[in-house]
């Protein structure tokens, strides 16, 4: 008995070592291109580390040399392209590069169920089903009035966080700025109150509630789904883990609290009333109750729109607060830029950033499109699958077999000296030009180029850029007019140790102007 056992263990080892070989090998294709080892993007489980610095220690020389290599994620070998003429190709055929999903790339993890089959990583008629719906909702003229009075509010608190308008303590922002942006993301774009506002000002005299929910539940899931074991090997979330029972339990419950606050919003539970117009919330409503979103399709959808919509850019304001911290003299370009004759604030005693307003002013516009550039809020993306087998690229092209996942790394290709310049490193706002009319079009040749990948490309580019870029606008409009910021000297310069790059726990001392 004890001689068949043991032939029993030994065997079910044998059978463990070689799935663990063929899975954790990299593939002999494409040829021409390294593998970053498999390791690497599990360095952040076993310990403490700066996600630059992984960057600069492993993939920025062999994604520079050689314009894409092969790396392990979602228990399988991707390919993560680098060179933008890779990248142009990527986005023009998007019938061979075809968006793919968590929902199929790995089924059965958290991330699929948290995410599913949504507007970003659908294909072919599936995509254009759901395009229908939602484009003209985020296509539309967004109110600058309602992003203006949420970042007064930020103000305040920023204010009452730092001590009053003496004080002078360090602010954590990371958690001020997520309140604000699903604030945005709920007045401006779903039409729908997700509570935040109870906490936002507390000297509006109100307390913590319930209306918290969806911040709470947000900020669990933020710890539970990116742990870089269960990223890499999403088999583990099958198995009857107590973390990841909760994390599965904490998915149901956001989508639960997210589809309730939409129904509150815009009146009776079937989602009956009016035709909807732009309101992109009413829409996703009239969908799911006509038929042409299923219930399913529904809750993921509005899952990724309400994610996408308030996760980047808060991240990208994080980004945003701390390039500006290093740099006091583009915070005082832009205070000049209001200040000056013709610009918004020109001989009012409050001025505000109206459409108009910031049409006028190009340094802003310069400040947001740069610090898009330097960290961009998704700086890795791996959602493309290649339909056929096919050749990426003319000349030194790489063979892509059928099947194979394709991805970008923003961060790297935005930082290309061959693109950039020699300070492609720099946070340097003025390479964009001098005039609006300038900016936009250097904005539209990196674009065309695939050199400024933050809002993706081809047909598959953001709806939601639109919206993105005025809530920075106004966020930088409305923080320069009251503040001047600094990094908190005590605060560990260190960027995030996976996922999404950007400052991790940023703090910041905020002084306030004495007149704007």
């Known amino acids: 008995m004890a001689s068949l056992l043991s032939t029993l263990l030994v065997g079910a080892a044998l059978v463990v070592g070689v799935a663990g070989y063929l899975v954790l090998v990299p593939p002999r294709h494409p040829k021409g291109i390294p593998a970053v080892p498999f390791w690497v993007t599990l360095i952040p489980f076993w310990r403490d580390?700066?996600?630059?610095?992984?960057?600069?220690?492993?993939?920025?020389?062999?994604?520079?040399?050689?314009?894409?290599?092969?790396?392990?994620?979602?228990?399988?070998?991707?390919?993560?392209?680098?060179r933008p003429r890779y990248l142009a190709e990527l986005f023009k055929h998007e019938d061979v590069y075809q968006k793919s999903g968590n929902q199929k790339k790995i089924p059965h993890s958290v991330l699929a169920a948290f995410l599913g089959d949504n507007i970003i990583s659908s294909h072919g008629s599936t995509w254009k089903r759901y395009r229908q719906v939602i484009k003209p909702g985020l296509q539309r003229t967004f109110e600058t009035e309602l992003l203006a009075r949420n970042a007064a509010r930020l103000c305040d608190l920023i204010t009452s966080a730092s001590g009053g308008v003496h004080g002078a303590r360090a602010v954590a922002v990371q958690d001020l700025l997520q309140r604000y942006t699903i604030a945005n993301i709920g007045d401006a774009v779903l039409q729908t109150d997700f509570g935040v506002s109870c906490s936002f000002l507390p000297t509006v005299g109100t307390t913590l509630t319930s209306g918290l929910t969806i911040h709470k539940l947000q900020t669990s899931l933020k710890q539970q789904i990116f742990k870089p074991v269960f990223m890499n090997f999403p088999f583990l979330?099958?198995?009857?883990?107590?973390?990841?029972?909760?994390?599965?339990?904490?998915?149901?419950?956001?989508?639960?609290?997210?589809?309730?606050?939409?129904?509150?919003?815009?009146?009776?539970?079937?989602?009956?009333?009016?035709?909807?117009?732009?309101?992109?919330?009413?829409?996703?409503?009239?969908?799911?109750?006509?038929?042409?979103?299923?219930?399913?399709?529904?809750?993921?959808?509005?899952?990724?729109?309400?994610?996408?919509?308030?996760?980047?850019?808060?991240?990208?304001?994080?980004?945003?607060?701390?390039?500006?911290?290093?740099?006091?003299?583009?915070?005082?370009?832009?205070?000049?830029?209001?200040?000056?004759?013709?610009?918004?604030?020109?001989?009012?005693?409050?001025?505000?950033?109206?459409?108009?307003?910031?049409?006028?002013?190009?340094?802003?516009?310069?400040?947001?499109?740069?610090?898009?550039?330097?960290?961009?809020?998704?700086?890795?993306?791996?959602?493309?699958?290649a339909a056929s087998d096919?050749?990426?690229?003319?000349?030194?092209?790489?063979?892509?077999?059928?099947?194979?996942?394709?991805?970008?790394?923003?961060?790297?290709?935005?930082?290309?000296?061959?693109?950039?310049?020699?300070?492609?490193?720099?946070?340097?706002?003025?390479?964009?030009?001098?005039?609006?009319?300038?900016?936009?079009?250097?904005?539209?040749?990196?674009?065309?180029?695939?050199?400024?990948?933050?809002?993706?490309?081809?047909?598959?580019?953001?709806?939601?850029?639109?919206f993105a870029v005025l809530e920075l606008k106004v966020t930088l409009f409305m923080l320069t007019r009251r503040f001047a910021w600094q990094l908190d000297p005590t605060w560990p310069n260190k960027m995030t140790p996976a996922g999404p790059l950007f400052p991790r726990a940023l703090r910041l001392v905020f002084k306030e102007r004495e007149e704007w």
């Open 49 to 82: 580390v700066d996600q630059s610095e992984t960057f600069k220690a492993y993939l920025e020389e062999p994604l520079r040399t050689h314009g894409a290599v092969k790396i392990f994620f979602g228990a399988q070998w991707n390919i993560l392209v680098h």
């Open 237 to 385: 979330d099958t198995l009857p883990i107590p973390s990841r029972l909760a994390a599965r339990l904490t998915v149901s419950e956001f989508k639960d609290e997210l589809t309730a606050s939409l129904v509150r919003a815009h009146g009776k539970a079937d989602g009956l009333g009016g035709p909807p117009g732009g309101e992109l919330g009413a829409r996703l409503l009239a969908a799911r109750r006509s038929g042409e979103l299923t219930e399913t399709q529904f809750r993921d959808n509005l899952t990724v729109l309400y994610v996408a919509g308030q996760e980047n850019p808060q991240i990208g304001l994080i980004s945003t607060l701390y390039l500006l911290a290093q740099h006091p003299e583009a915070q005082e370009r832009l205070l000049a830029e209001m200040r000056s004759p013709g610009g918004a604030g020109y001989g009012k005693p409050e001025p505000e950033p109206t459409h108009e307003a910031l049409q006028h002013m190009p340094y802003l516009a310069s400040v947001v499109y740069e610090s898009l550039r330097v960290l961009p809020p998704l700086s890795q993306l791996i959602n493309r699958r």
């Open 390 to 466: 096919v050749v990426l690229g003319d000349g030194d092209g790489l063979r892509i077999p059928r099947g194979t996942y394709l991805g970008y790394h923003c961060y790297s290709t935005h930082r290309d000296t061959d693109c950039w310049g020699p300070d492609a490193d720099r946070f340097r706002p003025e390479r964009w030009g001098d005039t609006m009319e300038d900016i936009q079009r250097f904005y539209r040749l990196k674009r065309t180029r695939a050199e400024f990948v933050t809002f993706h490309g081809g047909n598959r580019a953001c709806l939601g850029e639109r």
